[in-house]
């Protein structure tokens, strides 16, 4: 999948798209609809499946506060590599863009600028200056567009929002049912104190640039580690133990600040040096809930059993 980050480094010639626009945090069932949508309406024209996003939420501008983030844009990108996008262009959505008009966005970077042969957007997929981008405009403007439907789950509409408040409240299943797939993060790993190696389960520590993610605990799941040549396909996939906290037994005497917790991992039946790599993490099931350990070894002796409990769990 091509990356295009500023409208600037858009090529001279327009290559024939078909272009969905939206933030698409979480990549969701809606949202896999809409693409899916995208690449057969791409494939029946032979044109580039395109989607149009942006760095941050437009909510941060529109209302002065955005919700944290189900998927960073990095993690974003890489569902719709999955999901067959050929090209995504990532705008800011800053005052300018907001002032633009609908009429204008699209003749000038839908039709001009990305080629755009047809649309297809979500129910409620709205652009442009006071939101009056709308199917109905795109119609009278002669533009093709394929509008799909909410996607509905136990009776409620699939939504970012949803979402968000079902990994809050630590409900992997209701989430992973909204989803479509388990409750995911992708992060960076980062060097963390080494204890757990000492320990004898060595973690990769996680920075998830905000990306949201369940409650403390620890989890079973499995890790995807991330190729690093262009396409960041999974290059290999390792069953985990992961826990999200702030180490009570190690930092009794100096808890972490409210609302900081630490992403461990520990990948089972593996040994080498991932510094600096990106990893996916999949969560599948709680386990227990973090707690003190009165020393080292009793926590040693518990990590053991976490293991044990992830393999079952993950067999």
């Not at 272009?19 to 032979?46: Q, Y």
């Not at 009429?103 to 000038?108: D, G």
């Not at 442009?128 to 789950?153: A, F, H, N, S, Y």
């Not at 009165?294 to 393999?311: E, F, H, T, Y």
Request: a neutral charge.
């Amino acid at each position: 999948m091509i990356v295009t980050n500023h409208r600037v480094d858009l090529p001279a010639t327009a290559e024939n798209s078909v272009v969905s626009i939206g933030v698409f945090d979480g990549v969701h069932l809606g949202h896999a609809a809409i693409l899916s949508a995208n690449v057969a309406c791409a494939r029946k024209r032979d044109a580039c499946p395109t989607v149009v996003t942006f760095k941050g939420h437009p909510k941060q501008v529109l209302l002065g506060r955005a919700p944290r983030t189900l998927t960073t844009l990095a993690h974003r990108l890489e569902l719709f590599r999955r999901a067959g996008i050929g090209h995504t262009l990532v705008l800011s959505f800053d005052d300018e863009l907001r002032s633009t008009q609908a009429t204008e966005f699209v003749n000038e970077l839908l039709v001009k600028e990305l080629g755009a042969q047809a649309l297809v957007l979500g129910f409620d997929s709205k652009f442009g200056r006071d939101q009056k981008g709308t199917p109905e405009l795109l119609r009278e403007m002669g533009i093709p567009v394929e509008v799909i439907d909410k996607v509905v789950v136990g009776q409620r509409a699939v939504s970012s929002t949803a979402i968000r408040e079902a990994v809050g409240l630590g409900d992997l299943d209701g989430a992973r049912a909204m989803l479509g797939r388990p409750v995911s993060v992708l992060g960076e790993v980062v060097h963390g104190n080494a204890l757990g190696r000492t320990l004898g389960f060595p973690t990769a520590n996680l920075d998830l640039h905000h990306e949201l993610h369940p409650p403390a605990g620890v989890y079973a799941g499995r890790a995807h580690l991330l190729a690093t040549h262009a396409d960041h396909s999974i290059e290999a996939t390792h069953k985990a133990v992961c826990n999200v906290g702030t180490r009570p037994t190690l930092h009794a005497d100096k808890p972490r600040a409210l609302g900081e917790l630490l992403v461990e991992v520990h990948l089972l039946d593996f040994e080498g040096d991932i510094y600096g790599r990106r990893l996916e993490l999949e969560f599948t099931q709680h386990l227990r809930a973090e707690r003190k350990f009165d020393g080292l070894d009793a926590l040693k002796d518990q990590i053991g059993a976490d293991v044990s409990a992830a393999r079952s769990i993950l067999a």
